[in-house]
C-alpha cells in the first residue's frame, strides 16, 4: 500500500503539479484548496503525511495544523509546512510547529521528494500506516 499524502495549498496549479511529482515517486495524493475541504478530507481518509501551505483562505496554515494535532494527535510530526514567505514564520509559534519540516516556495522537486521521503520513514515502517489520523 503506498502511502497516502493530502496537499494543502490554495494554488491549483502547485497542487496538480505536487500531485503529479507525489505519483511519480509511488505516493497517493490527496489534494484540498482550503482548510475547510482538508478537514473534510481528513474526516472520511486516512493519510499518511500532510504538505501544508501557510498561507491559505480564512485560515491561516498554522492555525490549521494546531485544529489538525488536536482533532487528529497522530497527525502530530507528519505534517511538512510549506510557505513562499517566510516573514510568517513568528517566534512565538508553539515548539511542535516550529519544529515541522519547512520547504520554501519556490523548491525544487528532489527537496520536496526528500522532505516526504524522510518524512514517511516511519510511517513506510511500521503497522502504524493509516493509523495517522485515527483516533488518539
Avoid at 48 to 59: A, R
Avoid at 80 to 100: H, K, N, R, V
Avoid at 110 to 127: I, N, P, Y
Amino acid at each position: 500500500m503506498s502511502p497516502r499524502v493530502l496537499i494543502v495549498d490554495d494554488e491549483p496549479a502547485l497542487r496538480r503539479t505536487l500531485a503529479r511529482v507525489l505519483e511519480s515517486l509511488k505516493y497517493e495524493a490527496l489534494t484540498a484548496g482550503d482548510p475547510h475541504l482538508a478537514y473534510s478530507m481528513l474526516d472520511e481518509a486516512d493519510v499518511d503525511l500532510v504538505l501544508l501551505d501557510l498561507h491559505l483562505p480564512n485560515m491561516s496554515g498554522a492555525m490549521l495544523y494546531l485544529a489538525l494535532v488536536r482533532r487528529w494527535p497522530r497527525l502530530r510530526g507528519r505534517i511538512i509546512l510549506m510557505t513562499g514567505d517566510p516573514s510568517l514564520l513568528e517566534d512565538g509559534w508553539p515548539p511542535e510547529l516550529l519544529a515541522c519540516p519547512l520547504l520554501l516556495k519556490p523548491f525544487t522537486l528532489s527537496l520536496l521528494a526528500e522532505t516526504v521521503r524522510l518524512a514517511l520513514l516511519d510511517v513506510e515502517s511500521g503497522a502504524d500506516q493509516r493509523a495517522s489520523n485515527g483516533p488518539a
